[in-house]
């Protein structure tokens, strides 16, 4: 670090004598470039013992990253053409759960955790298509150590944890609960009681933009660093981090370096996964369709603008109650400045990714709150449209956990049929929106146009 030029910030507390006081499932670029970085700012005022223990469940890369620098990375927010760097000292530890899945138990059972936190994606949470918990799946997820940890906690006499989830899904927290209370049930069910008495779940909204970091960027920032960080994040200034105030124990005091506490996310979370995210979708799939790369690119196409504006504006400001103040015409305008800055180079197909596990809450509860009103969602109609498209397989590739069998559903039913078999009654996704006739002549005829 001393060798770095000066205008990298770096941070100035001692990280040898502090504990790790968070353990966090799924350490990738999103999680460094936003909770880390609150965190490092409460460690920089002077508050202790937050260190964080970072777990990789898929895969050794991001260990075998950030470990040889001792959890440090810089994150580099971009704006304009402006960039200012900051080296990130809140990260102690990465452990791939695989072989260290032991280390990973422990740390979680050891009296200085407090919070366990996670941004494991929407697969990660291993949801079955009702919404309950698939129990195959959730034994190669976080639920297997963490639930071991807990067991072990409650044995030692030790206090509860705050579970927080900070991923995309609606009622986050609510959600981790039940799924965390459905695998005690089945694997074990001697600490449901202490585990609805002392842990907390509380929901959060968490917002940055974080494109996936290329070698390209890794390159540049060499050039400006004169040294190497294989661990880097790139983001936009712009961060937001709303959270439920509801924890078991002790906390970073994240509200004061901006985060936000609420009594209530819902309108908060709402508001981002469906004019956010929503309009992030159909960015992704309208936008590749139209031979798109960029997010910055998509929205600066006129028809894609005008269907980004019906999305946010008449569709998903109006599908629920905002809270007292909150200016969701304000919220629209400042998230097309955002899409449209062009030094983010954020990529559609990051987007398009595990779009299954995307739309129920990004488009789906958005079409169900009109169906209910009699009012019917034509951006939103076209975006599915272009989805549904996407899932066939046949123009750029599909990087989501029910690929093969949209695929396969698609052989079977062919252009008149996947509309019904997707959202017709008993249709793969009727349990999150289920379409009435017009809706589904309006989608079939959509996907068969050009
Ligand atoms: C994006 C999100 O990849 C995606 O699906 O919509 O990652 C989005 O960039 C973040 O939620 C912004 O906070």
Request: proline letters at 5%; charged letters at 25%.
């Amino acid at each position: 670090m001393r060798h770095l030029p000066d205008a990298v910030e770096r941070f100035s507390y001692d990280r040898t004598r502090q504990a790790i006081g968070i353990v966090h499932f799924g350490i990738g670029a999103f999680h460094r470039a936003h909770q880390a970085w609150y965190t490092d700012r409460c460690l920089e005022a002077g508050e202790r013992d937050w260190l964080i223990g970072g777990v990789s469940l898929r895969s050794a890369e991001v260990a075998e990253r950030l470990n040889p620098q001792d959890g440090l990375y810089t994150l580099t927010e971009r704006s304009g053409d402006e960039a200012a760097t900051r080296v990130i000292g809140a990260l102690r530890k990465v452990w791939f759960s695989g072989p260290e899945r032991q280390a990973v138990i422990a740390r979680i059972a050891s009296p200085e955790c407090h919070i366990v936190s996670l941004t494991v994606t929407e697969k990660g949470y291993a949801m079955d298509g009702e919404g309950g918990l698939d129990l195959e799946q959730a034994e190669a997820s976080f639920y297997p150590l963490l639930v071991q940890a807990l067991g072990w906690r409650k044995a030692a006499g030790l206090p509860g944890l705050t579970l927080l989830s900070c991923d995309n899904l609606a009622r986050n927290g609510a959600v981790l609960q039940g799924l965390v209370g459905e695998y005690i049930l089945a694997r074990a069910p001697p600490l449901q009681g202490w585990f609805e008495d002392s842990c907390r779940c509380p929901a959060s909204m968490v917002d940055r933009i974080v494109p996936a970091t290329t070698e390209e960027d890794l390159a540049q920032l060499e050039g400006r660093l004169g040294m190497t960080d294989r661990a880097a994040v790139f983001t936009e200034r712009f961060s937001q981090w709303v959270i439920e105030d509801d924890f078991a124990g002790p906390r970073p005091g994240w509200e004061r370096h901006g985060a936000q506490l609420a009594g209530n996310v819902a309108p908060y979370e709402t508001a981002k996964l469906r004019m956010l995210n929503g309009a992030h979708s159909l960015l992704a799939y309208c936008g590749l369709a139209r031979g798109h790369v960029f997010v910055h690119e998509a929205i600066a196409d006129p028809v894609l603008r005008v269907l980004v504006d019906r999305l946010m504006l008449e569709e998903a400001a109006t599908s629920f109650v905002p809270a007292e103040g909150q200016d969701l015409a304000a919220y629209a305008a400042q998230l097309v400045a955002r899409f449209e800055d062009p030094e983010l180079n954020h990529r559609l197909i990051q987007i398009a990714m595990d779009g299954s596990q995307k739309i129920p809450q990004r488009w789906l509860e958005t079409l169900a709150a009109h169906q209910r009103e009699g009012r019917a969602c034509p951006a939103i109609l076209t975006a599915l449209a272009a989805w549904i498209r996407h899932v066939r397989g046949d123009a750029d590739p599909v990087n989501d956990p029910l690929g093969d069998e949209l695929r396969a559903l698609w052989a079977k039913e062919g252009c008149a049929g996947i509309v019904p078999a997707l959202f017709g009654p008993g249709g793969l996704f009727a349990q999150h929106w289920k379409a009435d006739v017009e809706a589904l002549d309006r989608l079939t005829k959509y996907v068969g146009e050009r």
